[in-house]
């Protein structure tokens, strides 16, 4: 399973973004997907995760209310919605698959190269 995230930028606190991670390969496979996020100088946490089949979804406390996730499993994307964007959220953000029911642990088995999000004040 092949991931690519994209849609980070630059935005001001408050305002609204996108990001979108499209997987290719044997794509069927995964069981769950998610994101994570890594600021600088800090490890990387997780953010949310969605379950391919069933749609069931898991948010970290910090973006509880103003982040979704959502799949599209025909054209193999996971999309998160960020709304209410805080400077604290700036971070590379990074999509994986698990091939396991996995949420917020690291022991996801492929990941995608991070997009970056800064939010100014």
């Known amino acids: 399973v092949q991931l690519q995230a994209f849609g980070g930028g630059l935005v001001q606190a408050g305002d609204s973004l996108r990001l979108s991670c499209v997987a290719s390969g044997r794509t069927s496979s995964a069981y769950v997907m998610g994101w994570f996020r890594q600021a600088p100088g800090k490890e990387r946490e997780f953010v949310a995760a969605?379950?391919?089949?069933?749609?069931?979804?898991y948010y970290a406390e910090g973006v509880k209310g103003r982040f979704t996730i959502s799949r599209d499993n025909a054209k193999n994307t996971v999309y998160l919605q960020m709304n209410g964007l805080k400077p604290e959220d700036t971070a590379a953000y990074y999509c994986?698959?698990?091939?396991?029911?996995?949420?917020?642990?690291?022991?996801?088995?492929?990941w995608g190269h991070g997009t970056e999000l800064t939010v100014s004040s």
């Open positions: 969605i379950r391919r089949s069933t749609g069931s979804t």
């Open positions: 994986a698959a698990a091939l396991t029911y996995q949420l917020a642990t690291t022991n996801y088995d492929y």
